[in-house]
């Protein structure tokens, strides 16, 4: 069984900095693309940033030049460094992880989900 157990989430002043953390636990073999995501009220999940196991990003356009999205793959770690941070990234965050995993003898390639982490931003 894999899980993604995110953490750093909280209340924040517009122009101030968070960050975000996500580990991944279990039944590994290894892990693709890492990412976060964030949906705010009313609106549907959005890709924030991605990042592969070999380095390569992608950020959304609103987040470029704020964010820097980083991960450890000795530890199965993803950070999200959240730089000026505006009203408008107010979201719940949700930790991504594309996971091969050992399932019965054999591996598998799932997409795996945190529970998400609430990012407040007041103005």
């Known amino acids: 069984q894999v899980q993604l157990v995110e953490s750093g989430g909280g209340l924040v002043e517009a122009g101030g900095s968070l960050r975000l953390s996500c580990a991944a636990s279990g039944s590994i073999f290894s892990i693709n693309r890492m990412g976060w995501y964030r949906q705010a009220p009313g609106k549907q999940r959005e890709l924030v940033a991605v990042?592969?196991?070999?380095?390569?990003?992608n950020y959304a356009d609103s987040v470029k030049g704020r964010f820097t999205i980083s991960r450890d793959n000795a530890k199965n770690t993803v950070d999200l460094q959240m730089n000026s941070l505006e009203p408008e990234d107010t979201a719940v965050y949700y930790c991504?992880?594309?996971?091969?995993?050992?399932?019965?003898?054999?591996?598998?390639?799932?997409?795996?989900w945190g529970k998400g982490t609430r990012v407040t931003v007041s103005s």
């Open positions: 991504y992880a594309d996971i091969t995993h050992y399932s019965g003898g054999y591996t598998l390639a799932d997409d795996y």
């Open positions: 990042i592969t196991r070999g380095g390569s990003t």
